[in-house]
């Protein structure tokens, strides 16, 4: 591998850029920086001031071993062991999903019903169904200094992963994790349910990026047939878990949303709008006990 031969870190990361480039990446720039700092243990301040810095073997060698998975279409962030959610650093594992910046939306579609509700002191009851990696959960209640959530999800792997995140986060106290189908085992009332479900339908999962398609946990993907068994699950029990005057709001694949409108509507939820993510895709639906909806 050409960047085998490099001898500084400057030359080392326009190697590795024009070789990421070259297998067609869709971040070769970034890819190479995250993946030569996080070889050489550096921070993105000490990459650039220390362009010029001879590398020796070892780090040459770590640095061509990272590329050879980035190249084999292994996530830079399960290449890494973290991700940048909202405003933390999540831990990352074959076990979650890989927490990506759409999701976000889903955050601030939360945090708008907060706010629009005077709601960011109250003392809140979350909960975050497939919560994964802890993302959604995490950034909630780092937000809101008097909520408390809880987390489910029907893997124990995802669980540890979550349960590790709220920890190195400084939220463990606020924050419980529990094993179950959905929210099988809660007891309502929640004052905000958030989820980011499987919705791929199961035609599609062979389709995916490399990225996603043979390295993220089948289980986080799957919707179905038609990409909808979570939803359906999650509609059959929201009236159950909301409280009156709570919201539900949930991600949404692309051209999901009359389907998923018409499963919540069905269910005897109020549904109001849907929050479109930066590439203008409508990601993040909001429904809520009939009567106690606004637009």
């Known amino acids: 591998m050409q960047a085998a031969a490099t001898r500084t870190i400057a030359t080392a990361r326009q190697a590795l850029t024009e070789l990421f480039r070259q297998a067609g990446l ?42 050879a998975r980035r190249l084999k279409r292994e996530p830079v962030a399960r290449i890494r062991g973290r991700k940048e959610f909202w405003n933390q650093t999540l831990q990352v594992s074959e076990a979650v999903l890989v927490p990506r910046p759409e999701t976000e939306t889903v955050t601030e579609a ?14 809140l009851r979350i909960l975050d169904i497939g919560t994964g990696s802890g993302a959604l959960l995490l950034a909630l209640l780092s937000e809101l200094p008097n909520a408390q ?58 389709a995916l990026a490399p990225e996603v398609r043979d390295y993220a946990p089948a289980i986080a993907l799957d919707g179905g047939p038609d990409g909808l068994d979570s939803y359906r699950a999650i ?21 999901q949303e009359p389907a998923v409108r018409a499963l919540f509507t069905k269910a005897g939820l109020r549904v109001g709008s849907a929050r479109k993510d930066l590439a203008g895709i409508p990601r993040a639906l909001n429904a809520a006990l009939k009567a106690t909806i606004t637009p």
């Open 26 to 67: 869709d971040s070769p720039a970034a890819d190479a920086r995250l993946l030569i700092e996080h070889a050489l243990g550096i921070d993105r301040t000490a990459l650039i001031t220390n362009g010029e810095r001879a590398l020796n073997q070892d780090q040459t060698r770590a640095i061509d071993a990272l590329a």
């Open 149 to 206: 959530g809880i987390g489910t999800d029907i893997s124990p792997s995802a669980l540890a992963v979550a349960r590790a995140n709220a920890e190195r986060n400084g939220l463990s106290p606020r924050a419980r994790f529990v094993a179950c189908d959905i929210a099988a085992s809660l007891q309502g009332p929640f004052d905000l349910i958030v989820s980011n479900p499987p919705y791929v339908t199961h035609a599609d999962i062979a």
């Open 110 to 123: 939360a945090l708008d019903f907060v706010d629009r509700g005077g709601l960011r002191i109250a003392s």
């Open 235 to 255: 509609a059959g029990e929201a009236r159950r878990l909301l409280a009156p005057g709570g919201r539900l709001i949930v991600e949404l694949g692309a051209g």
